[in-house]
């Protein structure tokens, strides 16, 4: 664990030219008997207030162990952050104490994550669960803390929420537990929400719909929010802009209108055409061949070269470094113009 070397909390107020939360070149590692997993490899993006950043990638990919990072939930050891910053309001998260951490994580810095069963605690009522929030940290009174969670259960649409404050959480739907989940993240008014595949679980038409609430709350209150999924289907109509993580590194970095319209990586491009469409109604699915790098033993040169259409002989020995395309693009990719053309050489 580091030391902690500072315990003022990021201030509130104005930003100026610092973003609500940057991070800056973090590496994540985990210390396992069969050698060091170099979970995350020099990750950096940033997040304004009231955007919405998606982080983007199959499992392993890093996305998930980086939201962990800013929340620092990971277990350390076997984790280690060897280097990185995580700034939140200007302050390195990664050198506050134990105690300070706290005191932003799920009040500034708030969680939404996938699995809301295990998420919840089973043995009380979701009013308890959710009141619990303003006891412990707005020191209200039982009476008033439930009255506000009444309040939030109304806001993220809980149908008779009077009525059904104090039922369990198994006896919610999968969507309904998820909005409790939502519910209670939010109940501080954090300034940022990282929402970890807060959809996965659920069928179809709920999915649009958590994620149809998540963006009303985010244009309400401004908050930013980081918006994790290996899915690009999820993202279309809530993002500002998309990191592509692979292998632990992000391989590509643009705005939600340039993906779509134009990928500038190979992994990504596989991504868009991986997702079913009406319109092919009939036709087979895409799928990218292969499987997702062993973080223990990386491919040499471009980690994605092994599943690429677009690879040359100097893929197998160089790693692309992020290619700045534009102001606001980039992309891990010695042929990123080609694959912005649809050229497969
Ligand atoms: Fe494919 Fe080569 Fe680009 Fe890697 S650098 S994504 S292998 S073309």
Known sequence: MRKASTDVL????????????AVEDLHVEFATRAGVVRAVNGVSYSLSPGETLAVLGESGSGKSVTAQ???????????RIPKGEIRFRGT?????????????????????????????NPVFTV??????????HRGLSKRDAYNKAIELMDKVRIPAARQRVNDYPHQ??????????????????????????????????????IMELLAELQRESNMGMILITH??????????????????????NASVHDIYKSPAHPYTKGLLESIPRVDLKGQELYAIKG???????????????????????????????????????SSACH????????DQG
């Open 172 to 209: 919610f739907s999968g969507g309904m537990r998820q909005r409790i989940m939502i519910a209670m993240s939010i109940a501080l008014d954090p300034e940022v929400l990282i929402a970890d595949e807060p959809t996965t679980a659920l069928d179809v038409t709920v999915q649009a719909q």
């Open 69 to 79: 990072a800013i929340m620092g939930i990971l277990d350390m050891p076997p984790a």
């Open 10 to 21: 990021p201030a509130e107020g104005g930003l100026g030219d610092e973003p609500l939360l």
């Open 231 to 252: 899915d690009l289907g999820v993202v279309a109509d809530v993002a500002d802009k998309i990191a592509v993580m692979y292998g632990g590194r992000i391989v590509e």
């Open 335 to 342: 042929y990123w113009r080609e694959v912005l053309d649809g």
């Open 127 to 136: 009013g308890w669960q959710i009141s619990e929030m303003f006891r412990v």
């Open 92 to 120: 390195d998260l990664l050198k506050l104490s134990d105690e300070a951490r706290t005191q932003v994580r799920g009040q500034r810095i708030a969680m939404v994550f996938q699995d809301a069963l295990s998420a919840l």
């Open 291 to 329: 499987l997702p790098p062993n973080l223990l033993d990386m491919p040499t040169g471009c980690a994605f070269h092994p599943r690429c259409p677009y690879r040359q002989d100097n893929c197998v020995t160089d790693n692309p470094p992020l290619y700045e395309i534009s102001g606001t693009r």
